[in-house]
């Protein structure tokens, strides 16, 4: 923890507070809780958007799987992206014009359904807890560098300060956390990226002076019918362990075990043991990483950098400055060979052991899809990949949270020209996310335990103040989506189900103490899915939210504006459809069996991204339903137009 | 009773002519990002080849579908904008639902 970084988290946290402090005051009614009166300007809240919609899993969780597994990472840019243009052209104006507070209340205009009023607050609340836990998981990443804090303490400050922030004025503080955090972030992203190419690359990045680049041991070693002999006398083989295809070698020396893994030398039928990182959980509680003891000082180092830059190595590799189009010029030739870091578990008699190995790639695979997404692989490996493509081109303008900011201009063309400045911010942050993401790729400054802190650490490796400062706005970054989040699921439970749906009878200061409670609510569960659901990337969970939303929201709204015949029972089949069969096909993916702690093989659905058949199941339960249940009575009047 | 709208807005005359070109639009975009996609999944190897100013495809496609969703977006907001005020200026929504 370092004073600079505690001061700029504590003026960051007192301005949020104060803003909200100051608008608590003008915050009487429902309207100005839930949608901050209809009276934000278009400008502040395109700028909000991206605030609401750049969240931890933009910043944090994009740049990180960029820096481990490259152009993959990029992917997500796009299709955050793509899926504003589904909101600009089709939603944006409909939805200002038939909502009031929530996207529930767009949806039934038409019906005056409690179907409808039930299955949208319900749909809505499990969108955003989805989206909610990897904020909060973000929030736990960020304060252990910055404050030294544990994860669980990073989870409850976020929860405590975003239940303040909304339980006191609502949307409207909502807002100007957002558009503040979303103007920050796009202008300190823009400082890292340039200095980044600034600095150029090398083969043995150093952090600016301040990390010496650490060399791993490479030791010559022979094979006599499986017994490994170090041709160092000093080490003496401990053990190996053969796991998923690798040999890892367990070597002492000097009252020191070092974990290797065994690799073919460069002599034919040679063998080296190349030195690797590794964390050894004892039956006695205790840790060691890299044979010695953790603690603040014994980390796991940082990782990643260029073995060789368009076939140079050494110090004539080094490029100096280079400019935007260079920098990815540089990491895409095929002369280019990059170190990533992988990890593995297994056991060592009674030991638990992680060991983080590095491996080397070309520049030309690194540069394109294929590390992370089997776009070769086998055919549901690329149907994972085009569920995945799917459900971020169309979940953007089902989530709950981003719909409700079109309640808070005063009408539709100022809705649509917010949508438009949020597609400015957001297109030129997602660029930018290529150049820091590959940036910490090459820069070794990658956490191989948890990529989520890429960006935060490339920026530490500038300086202190550009760390804590990037640190602070992404913590802000959790505070605004997070925010944001929150009034989405509290107008769920405060507008939609008790006023709404149950008919609670409330007058403005009533609804008002619901939304806050509501609030308050949310945020302590928000707390504890945060805790749980540590070290998981936070951009892989938020694909899942865009795959629940695109599934269980975004056929109702297609279909209200374009099929007449649409009824309320075809938009409740839908949503629950949706849901029902994004999240359990999610829930039974190996991605959350590996979550659970089971064998991710045994998981009864083979791929992990719902929406390729969640999304096409909902829009025809839909029709069914729709068709099977119309009668005049049913389409009771027209959209307004 | 229904739940009333937000906004008190008239009948806005350009609306058809919004959600025609809306979906045009969305259409075209559509039909350039399913492009990138299925060519990330039959030719992922053309992804590699440098096309443009040292970028490879990949860099290219992605980096341009960014850049088009926005020249896009500023097109529909132009023309939206014109209709808008050519069918609207004689109606108080068209005073009323503008700028701010």
């Known amino acids: ?641 | 009773m229904l739940h009333e709208p937000a906004a008190k807005t008239g009948k806005d005359l350009a609306m058809g002519y919004k959600t025609r070109i809306g979906v045009r639009m969305f259409l075209l975009y559509a039909i350039i990002y399913v492009g990138f996609v299925t060519l990330n999944l039959i030719r992922p190897v053309l992804m590699e080849k440098t096309v443009l100013i040292g970028l490879n495809l990949a860099a290219v496609y992605g980096f341009g579908l960014i850049v088009l969703a926005l020249a896009l977006a500023l097109i529909y907001n132009h023309l939206c904008t014109a209709m808008e005020k050519k069918l609207n200026k004689t109606t108080s929504a068209g005073r009323k639902g503008g700028n701010r």
Not at chain 1, 50 to 78: E, H, K, N, P, Q
């Open chain 1, 1 to 641: 923890m370092n004073i600079m970084s505690v001061s700029l988290f504590v003026l960051f946290v007192g301005m949020v507070l104060v803003l909200s402090f100051y608008f608590a005051r003008r915050t009487r009614s429902a309207s100005g809780y839930f949608a901050a009166g209809g009276n934000i300007h278009w400008s502040v809240n395109g700028i909000a958007f991206a605030g609401d919609y750049l969240s931890a899993a933009s910043f944090l969780g994009i740049c990180g799987m960029i820096a481990t597994v490259g152009y993959d990472g990029f992917l997500y840019s796009i299709g955050y992206l793509a899926g504003w243009i589904v909101a600009l052209f089709v939603v944006a104006e409909p939805m200002k014009r038939l909502g009031k507070y929530t996207f529930t209340d767009a949806l039934d205009s038409r019906f005056n359904s409690k179907g409808i009023q039930l299955a949208a607050a319900i749909s809505t609340l499990i969108v955003s807890i989805f989206y909610l836990i990897p904020q909060m998981v973000g929030a736990g990443v960020l304060v252990t560098p910055l404050l030294g804090l544990p994860h669980a303490a990073g989870v409850l400050i976020v929860g405590v300060i975003v239940i303040i922030i909304v339980a006191t004025a609502g949307m409207t503080s909502t807002t100007y956390v957002q558009f503040l955090k979303g103007a920050l972030l796009v202008v300190f992203s823009t400082i890292l990226t340039v200095i980044v190419c600034n600095r150029g690359m090398t083969t043995r990045p150093d952090q600016g002076g301040a990390v010496p680049f650490y060399d791993y041991a490479v030791i010559d070693a022979a094979d006599r019918g499986g017994e490994l002999m170090p041709s160092d006398p000093a080490w003496r083989v401990l053990g190996s362990v053969e796991h998923a295809g690798n040999v890892f070698v367990k070597l002492f020396r000097d009252d020191k075990i070092m974990w290797c893994r065994k690799e073919s030398g460069k002599q034919p039928g040679s063998v080296v043991l190349r030195e690797i990182q590794a964390v050894v959980s004892r039956t006695d509680g205790t840790v060691l990483i890299n044979g010695l003891p953790a603690s603040p000082d014994n980390q796991l180092r940082q990782v990643g950098n260029l073995d060789a830059i368009q076939g140079k190595t050494g110090p004539q590799a080094d490029t100096g400055p280079v400019g935007p189009f260079k920098f990815l010029n540089i990491l895409s030739d095929p002369k280019t060979v990059i170190r990533t870091w992988k990890s593995d578990k297994f056991e060592d008699g009674p030991d638990q052991v992680t060991v983080y190995y590095p491996t080397t790639t070309t520049g030309n695979r690194i540069m394109r899809p294929g590390m992370k997404f089997k776009v070769e692989g086998t055919p549901i490996q690329r149907l994972d990949f085009i569920s995945l493509m799917l459900a971020l081109f169309l979940g953007t303008s089902a989530l709950p949270h981003i719909l409700i900011r079109y309640y808070t201009v005063p009408s539709a063309a100022c809705a649509r020209k917010s949508t438009i400045v949020a597609i400015a911010a957001i297109g030129f942050f997602y660029i930018l996310t290529m150049y820091m993401g590959f940036g910490a790729m090459v820069n070794s400054v990658v956490n191989p335990a948890d990529n989520n802190m890429s960006a935060p650490l490339l920026a530490k490796s500038f300086g202190t103040f550009l760390f804590s400062m990037i640190s602070a706005i992404a913590f802000a970054t959790v505070l605004g989506t997070v925010s944001g989040l929150i009034v989405a699921a509290s107008g769920a439970v405060a507008h939609d189900i008790m006023d709404r749906f149950a008919r609670i009878n409330m007058n403005e200061k009533q609804k008002v103490y619901a939304g806050k409670m509501a609030a308050f609510a949310v945020g302590i569960i928000a707390i504890i899915l945060g805790i749980i659901f540590k070290g998981v990337n936070v951009s892989f969970l938020v694909g899942l939210a865009f795959a629940v939303a695109a599934s269980a929201n975004l056929p109702s709204i297609i279909m209200l504006l374009f099929w007449k015949k649409t009824t309320a029972k075809g938009i409740v089949a839908s949503i629950t459809t949706g849901i029902v069969l994004s999240v359990g096909i999610i829930a039974l993916s190996p991605t959350m069996y590996d979550l659970y702690g089971l064998d991710p093989k045994t998981a009864p659905i083979p791929f992990s991204n719902p929406g390729i058949f969640s999304i096409p199941a909902s829009f025809l339960a839909l029709i069914i339903v729709s068709l099977m249940t119309s009668k005049p009575s049913a389409t009771l009047r027209e959209v307004p137009k």
